[in-house]
């Protein structure tokens, strides 16, 4: 096998790792920059190279909130040099300089472009990617502050029309949910950890749009999903569920959450703008997910790129979740997927990921 040689793409521009702020191209690099003996063969685009980043951004960002919430002031820039290797794998992803000092975010960032997948360098051979992305507090002050990382809020928007609320646990441990403004108000797609950490959101709501709160949908019955209930319930906001998660919640005493649709139906299309689907089950026997345009509301059904395992599976049905996961890749590929903890994932590979995380569980 002929030695390893390579081309050293054009450097590309800090991308300050914040939503929705996308990487840019900076000039290329000198000539008497690229090392002797370079197998020029293996080229790619440097717009190829930037979508692929940019698509796989929140990944990295996720890294970096991660430790701001216990470093709130955190900021520098992290130089990730890695290898594409002829079938477009990254084979190789190195630290080749930081000015940030947290080795947990460095490592997190260099393991998070080792599973990156980029299409075949033109001409066969490998490319050489060296990727400075500068971290920066930019976002804003949290909803809510947490301490030591843990009761933490904040909302950081998808698009124009959705956001994403985030809160913490007293463990630190992060989950999502989803606000959407409609034509008729505002929508809560599952609440926070806690009753006042939902009300932090409700309130933020309140603020930035200045819209009623029209409703909620629960997406399964776990506290990560509904554990603010009573914080709807004040404001008499009705909320609603598959027709299994509201029998589990009266089980336990929980009352007036109304039924959205039932599992036999499967599907239901709410005139409020989204379609809720209930794939079987999989994390829960009772998990459904939620299409917006544009992105697919997964829940704790799905796993984010980051998940290296299944998380709580206390209420799992094992042997179904593959095929959950399957049936609901069927129905919404090629979306953006918010999943129940972890960043939001714009590659559509989050799927595989989490087939992946349960074929390892099979086999162990």
């Given at each position: 096998?002929?030695?390893?040689?390579?081309?050293?793409?054009?450097?590309?521009?800090?991308?300050?790792?914040?939503?929705?702020?996308?990487?840019?191209?900076?000039?290329?690099?000198?000539?008497?920059?690229?090392?002797?003996?370079?197998?020029?063969?293996?080229?790619?685009?440097?717009?190829?190279?930037?979508?692929?980043?940019?698509?796989?951004?929140n990944e990295v960002?996720?890294?970096?909130?991660?430790?701001?919430?216990?470093?709130?002031?955190?900021?520098?820039?992290?130089?990730?040099?890695?290898?594409?290797?002829?079938?477009?794998?990254?084979?190789?992803?190195?630290?080749?300089?930081?000015?940030?000092?947290?080795?947990?975010?460095?490592?997190?960032?260099?393991?998070?472009?080792?599973?990156?997948?980029?299409?075949?360098?033109?001409?066969?051979?490998?490319?050489?990617?060296?990727?400075?992305?500068?971290?920066?507090?930019?976002?804003?002050?949290?909803?809510?502050?947490?301490?030591?990382?843990?009761?933490?809020?904040?909302?950081?928007?998808?698009?124009?029309?959705?956001?994403?609320?985030?809160?913490?646990?007293?463990?630190?441990?992060?989950?999502?949910?989803?606000?959407?403004?409609?034509?008729?108000?505002?929508?809560?797609?599952?609440?926070?950890?806690?009753?006042?950490?939902?009300?932090?959101?409700?309130?933020?709501?309140?603020?930035?749009?200045?819209?009623?709160w029209i409703g909620?949908?629960?997406?399964?019955?776990?506290?990560?999903?509904?554990?603010?209930?009573?914080?709807?319930?004040?404001?008499?906001?009705?909320?609603?569920?598959?027709?299994?998660?509201?029998?589990?919640?009266?089980?336990?005493?929980v009352r007036g959450?109304?039924?959205?649709?039932?599992?036999?139906?499967?599907?239901?299309?709410?005139?409020?703008?989204?379609?809720?689907?209930?794939?079987?089950?999989?994390?829960?026997?009772?998990?459904?997910?939620?299409?917006?345009?544009?992105?697919?509301?997964?829940?704790?059904?799905?796993?984010?790129?980051?998940?290296?395992?299944?998380?709580?599976?206390?209420?799992?049905?094992?042997?179904?979740?593959?095929?959950?996961?399957?049936?609901?890749?069927?129905?919404?590929?090629?979306?953006?997927?918010?999943?129940?903890?972890?960043?939001?994932?714009?590659?559509?590979?989050?799927?595989?990921?989490?087939?992946?995380?349960?074929?390892?569980?099979?086999?162990?």
């Amino acid at each position: 096998m002929p030695a390893a040689s390579a081309l050293v793409a054009p450097a590309l521009a800090a991308a300050f790792v914040a939503w929705g702020t996308p990487p840019s191209l900076q000039p290329p690099l000198p000539s008497d920059q690229i090392p002797p003996g370079t197998n020029r063969r293996g080229e790619m685009d440097q717009g190829i190279i930037r979508g692929v980043i940019q698509r796989h951004v929140n990944e990295v960002k996720w890294c970096y909130e991660e430790a701001l919430g216990l470093q709130p002031s955190l900021a520098g820039r992290v130089m990730v040099q890695f290898t594409i290797a002829a079938s477009g794998q990254v084979i190789a992803s190195v630290l080749q300089h930081s000015t940030l000092g947290h080795t947990g975010v460095e490592q997190c960032t260099v393991e998070a472009v080792r599973r990156w997948q980029f299409p075949r360098p033109v001409g066969g051979g490998i490319v050489i990617v060296s990727y400075p992305f500068v971290f920066s507090p930019t976002g804003g002050a949290p909803l809510v502050d947490g301490t030591a990382g843990a009761g933490l809020v904040d909302v950081q928007p998808f698009d124009a029309k959705l956001f994403v609320h985030r809160s913490t646990d007293a463990k630190g441990i992060p989950s999502n949910g989803l606000v959407a403004v409609t034509e008729g108000g505002l929508l809560l797609v599952d609440t926070a950890w806690t009753e006042s950490q939902t009300e932090a959101v409700l309130a933020w709501g309140d603020r930035r749009f200045r819209l009623p709160w029209i409703g909620a949908v629960i997406t399964h019955d776990h506290t990560d999903r509904d554990g603010g209930l009573a914080a709807l319930e004040r404001r008499k906001i009705a909320v609603a569920a598959l027709d299994l998660t509201v029998a589990k919640l009266t089980r336990r005493g929980v009352r007036g959450v109304t039924t959205l649709f039932t599992a036999r139906d499967g599907v239901f299309k709410d005139p409020r703008g989204f379609e809720a689907y209930y794939p079987g089950p999989g994390h829960a026997s009772d998990n459904i997910v939620l299409h917006f345009p544009g992105l697919v509301y997964g829940g704790c059904l799905v796993k984010s790129m980051p998940a290296d395992d299944l998380g709580f599976t206390g209420d799992a049905d094992l042997a179904g979740w593959p095929a959950a996961i399957r049936n609901v890749r069927a129905r919404y590929a090629d979306l953006a997927i918010v999943p129940g903890h972890g960043p939001v994932d714009l590659s559509g590979e989050a799927y595989q990921h989490t087939l992946d995380l349960l074929a390892a569980v099979k086999n162990r």
